[in-house]
């Protein structure tokens, strides 16, 4: 029973170090729409966003290909804010 239970505290303790993944945040502050490439673990994406529009990508890290053509690798837990084809990472 001692076993039992000390497995399940390593695991339950795993859990809280690792946490859950953090996404970047992608916010469109333009006047127009906006199409993003997002490409993840080898997966292409086209995230599509309105005027002021915000979506959350890149669970794992990913590249981030911009409408202007820039390209951007984003680890994760960023906040990229878009306006007029140009990107600011904060």
């Given at each position: 029973?001692?076993?039992?239970?000390?497995?399940?505290?390593?695991?339950?303790?795993?859990?809280?170090?690792?946490?859950?993944?953090?996404?970047?945040?992608?916010?469109n502050t333009g006047s127009s729409a906006v199409v993003l490439v997002v490409v993840e673990d080898g997966t292409k994406?086209?995230?599509?966003?309105?005027?002021?529009?915000?979506?959350?990508?890149?669970?794992?890290?990913?590249?981030?290909?911009?409408?202007?053509?820039?390209?951007?690798?984003?680890?994760?837990?960023?906040?990229?804010?878009?306006?007029?084809?140009?990107?600011?990472?904060?």
């Open positions: 029973m001692k076993q039992v239970v000390a497995q399940l505290v390593v695991v339950f303790g795993s859990v809280l170090v690792a946490g859950p993944g953090l996404a970047a945040s992608v916010l994406t086209e995230v599509a966003l309105d005027a002021g529009g915000s979506d959350t990508i890149c669970a794992a890290g990913c590249f981030l290909t911009l409408p202007n053509g820039d390209r951007i690798g984003l680890a994760g837990g960023e906040t990229v804010e878009i306006k007029d084809g140009v990107a600011t990472i904060k």
